[in-house]
T-cell receptor, first 110, second 113 residues
Framework: GQNIDQPTEMTATEGAIVQINCTYQ??????LFWYQQHAGEAPTFLSY????GLEEKGRFSSFLSRSKGYSYLLLKELQMKDSASYLC???????????FGTGTQLKVEL | DTAVSQTPKYLVTQMGNDKSIKCEQN?????MYWYKQDSKKFLKIMFS???????INETVPNRFSPKSPDKAHLNLHINSLELGDSAVYFC????????????FGSGTRLTVV
């Protein structure tokens, strides 16, 4: 089984940087995903890490440390439209099932 | 061009009724899923099909029955609906070993009254 933890809520200021952490425990790790979900909409793919290190994609970056069971999503130059829920999800070896964390609700303020 | 489409978007029905939700993907993916998102926004897997074969069946009441007529379609039939079934149901698809995870449909908000 898996246990995935993320903070429930975070608040940040427009233009700032925010880091959303995710810790996980799994018996057979095979990738970690970050999704963004705006209220009333479907989750959309943001990033994927399977090896240790930082993956950068525009304003968003994601980091993974497999030995620590830890990932973070870094959002730079925050915009109001970044207000959303951010979901961490882990895939186990032997299949393509994603297990999601409870999500972090990010509120970006002026 | 909708990649994963599910219908209906909203469904309001009375307790005890039977209802179906349909899902279709045009991405050529070989695996499809049903997830349930409850009022606390927790996304939990229910079922997964790979090329019409059931590969994941989590602890879900047997009132829920998925059907996959071909690898582009995965429907969900729910019998004897209960108040606790009220949630948003998301269909998703992926390649079996996708590095992009899932593509989700827009969701079906089911309200049982």
């Amino acid at each position: 089984g898996q246990n995935i933890d993320q903070p429930t809520e975070m608040t940040a200021t427009e233009g700032a940087i925010v880091q959303i952490n995710c810790t996980y425990q799994t018996s057979g790790f095979n990738g970690l995903f970050w999704y963004q979900q705006h209220a009333g909409e479907a989750p959309t793919f943001l990033s994927y890490n399977v090896l240790d290190g930082l993956e950068e994609k525009g304003r968003f970056s994601s980091f993974l440390s497999r030995s620590k069971g830890y990932s973070y999503l870094l959002l730079k130059e925050l915009q109001m439209k970044d207000s959303a829920s951010y979901l961490c999800a882990v895939r186990e070896r032997g299949g393509n099932k994603l297990t999601f964390g409870t999500g972090t609700q990010l509120k970006v303020e002026l | 061009d909708t990649a994963v489409s599910q219908t209906p978007k909203y469904l309001v029905t009375q307790m005890g009724n039977d209802k179906s939700i349909k899902c279709e993907q045009n991405l050529g993916h070989d695996t499809m899923y049903w997830y349930k998102q409850d009022s606390k926004k927790f996304l939990k897997i229910m079922f997964s099909y790979n090329n019409k074969e059931l590969i994941i069946n989590e602890t879900v009441p047997n009132r829920f029955s998925p059907k996959s007529p071909d690898k582009a379609h995965l429907n969900l039939h729910i019998n004897s609906l209960e108040l606790g079934d009220s949630a948003v149901y998301f269909c998703a698809s992926s390649q079996a070993s996708g590095g992009r995870g899932y593509t989700f449909g827009s969701g079906t908000r089911l309200t049982v009254v």
